[in-house]
């Protein structure tokens, strides 16, 4: 993998290429430990569930393991990780798979309910108890979960915290992690499949995510506009000659304005089926409530009509649902 120095340095990264994403795999990271133990963990609970006979569904499993997971490592042990702290518009591609794309696949993988589902008893009652512990109540709630989504990279990229993550091996790694946790925070309430606290009807689900599309756009925008070079000092002390910093700071303003509104409408998309998923449910357990209780008043009547026979008297010939005496 190559390395960059610092500026003034002799080593320089060669242009960014289609090529360098394949080339320059790079595994020796905390996420890329994190991507390792979650898969593992995550397959193993599935066979134990298919060891005893109990279902799982295959889609839950490609949601976490290659959206989720996979999504993830696509930025972070490839060649784009290589080139992250060079380009701020590679960085933004990242920026937007570890905080929007990784945490809706891996939500969309239900890694709690496959583990409350494979836990013994006595595992599973302290997961429940830090599901449900007043943290998380506080951290998932989803005005406080939207809050911190939405202000984090404003805090980020207005402040010199981005300058000293490209900077500091160890922040830039934070930083990673900060970005897949945060958006797990906001998107797993949203989505609704784990037992979460703080579940919201699916109406305010979508409302918030439809508040959340002004702050990407403003932030891109803001940044694509922006006259002052993000890390500007950084970026210009790399000296290289392939790339320039100011074209490169506009398109990764486009990205990060175009990433959340495509992220953000097909979030919505997700919803909305969810949505109509459970109107389908709801009006099938309707239906069978009606067809049960049809049932038992249809029996209540034979039993007394039986009656009536056995103690002489006419039976009752009325049709059903009839008022007529």
Known sequence: MPTLAAAGGDTVLPPFTAGAIFTEIHLGSLVALFLV????????????????????????TVAFVAGGLGSIAAVTVTGIEAYDTTLLSVHMVQHMVLSMVG??????GAPVTLALRTLPASPRRRLLAVVHSRVARVLTFPLVAFGIFVANPFVLYFTD????????????????????????????PLLGLDPLPNRWPYPGRALLMVLSVPFHTV????????????????YNGLGLSWTDPKADQVTAGGILWAGGEIVSVTMLGILILQ??????????????????????????????????????????TRAPGSDTP
């Open 37 to 60: 133990v979650a898969a593992a963990l995550y397959g193993y609970g599935v066979y134990r569930l298919r060891q005893r006979g109990d279902h799982w569904p295959a889609g839950r």
């Open 103 to 108: 945490p809706i696949f891996l939500a969309l």
């Open 161 to 188: 915290l981005y300058r000293q993550t490209l900077l500091h091996s160890w922040l830039h790694e934070f930083i990673h992690i900060h970005f897949i946790v945060t958006g797990c925070l906001f998107f797993w």
């Open 219 to 234: 932030l891109g925008l803001t940044i694509m506009q922006s006259s002052t070079l993000l890390a500007g000092d950084y």
């Open 275 to 316: 949505w109509v998923r459970q109107s389908e449910r709801e009006a099938r357990r309707i239906d069978r409530a009606l067809d049960r209780q049809e049932a038992e008043e249809a029996a209540g009547r034979a039993r007394d009509d039986a009656a009536k026979i056995t103690n002489g008297a006419p039976a009752d």
